[in-house]
């Protein structure tokens, strides 16, 4: 049995998908190994614009459910799309294609961090690569605000929900889920009330 439903128009014959569980296996390894520090943009970029396996509005959804579930956000998402496609054995296929290679190569890296933490190059190179993490998840995020014009809600009430929460976040430092429990469900109240009949 299926953990979450196909969003409509998941499966239309012209939409391509996974053709196997070693093909989600391999596309979510080759996706951690591109993700260090900013895998989320490099998700996004692989499954919605090469690969088309999903459309922007439907990322969004899926990486909206993905954050509120407990655990890592690119985990979950990971695992709901192995699993719309192929129950179980896609999403367990998805997790380890996520998780093995990557894990290993953390590992080999931590190792040799250890060595060189005192060397001034090994800092530099660290405050280097955070900008550019910086760099791909705001880039991301202004890809997907083109998807908020045709949301449920409007693109005003999405922008004063965005800034709500990078204020809440950035200047009043509350804690995340805080944040997510408050904005996300004023959030939900509102689109459920303009979905409603």
């Given at each position: 049995?299926?953990l979450n439903p196909?969003?409509?128009?998941a499966h239309t014959?012209?939409?391509?998908?996974?053709?196997?569980?070693?093909?989600?296996?391999?596309?979510?390894?080759?996706?951690?190994?591109?993700?260090?520090?900013?895998?989320?943009a490099v998700v996004?970029?692989?499954?919605?614009?090469?690969?088309?396996?999903?459309?922007?509005?439907?990322?969004?959804?899926?990486?909206?459910?993905?954050?509120?579930?407990?655990?890592?956000?690119?985990?979950?998402?990971?695992?709901?799309?192995?699993?719309?496609?192929?129950?179980?054995?896609?999403?367990?296929?998805?997790?380890?294609?996520?998780?093995?290679?990557?894990?290993?190569?953390?590992?080999?890296?931590?190792?040799?961090?250890?060595?060189?933490?005192?060397?001034?190059?090994?800092?530099?190179?660290?405050?280097?690569?955070?900008?550019?993490?910086?760099?791909?998840?705001?880039?991301?995020?202004?890809?997907?605000?083109?998807?908020?014009?045709?949301?449920?809600?409007?693109?005003?009430?999405?922008?004063?929900?965005?800034?709500?929460?990078?204020?809440?976040?950035?200047?009043?430092?509350?804690?995340?889920?805080?944040?997510?429990?408050?904005?996300?469900?004023?959030?939900?109240?509102?689109?459920?009330?303009?979905?409603?009949?």
């Open positions: 049995m299926s196909s969003p409509p128009g014959q012209d939409r391509p998908r996974p053709q196997s569980p070693a093909d989600l296996f391999w596309s979510f390894t080759w996706l951690a190994l591109q993700g260090f520090g900013g895998v989320v996004q970029r692989e499954l919605v614009e090469k690969k088309r396996w999903m459309t922007n509005e439907e990322f969004l959804e899926d990486w909206a459910v993905a954050q509120v579930m407990p655990g890592p956000n690119v985990v979950n998402l990971s695992l709901m799309i192995g699993d719309r496609h192929f129950g179980l054995r896609g999403g367990l296929a998805a997790l380890a294609g996520m998780l093995t290679l990557p894990m290993v190569l953390a590992l080999a890296a931590a190792l040799l961090y250890a060595q060189w933490a005192t060397h001034p190059a090994m800092a530099g190179a660290l405050r280097g690569m955070g900008a550019v993490a910086a760099g791909l998840i705001g880039g991301m995020a202004l890809k997907l605000a083109a998807s908020l014009r045709t949301h449920v809600l409007g693109p005003w009430v999405c922008a004063a929900l965005a800034l709500a929460t990078f204020v809440a976040v950035v200047w009043w430092h509350i804690p995340l889920y805080g944040v997510l429990l408050v904005l996300g469900g004023v959030a939900c109240v509102l689109a459920w009330r303009r979905l409603a009949p």
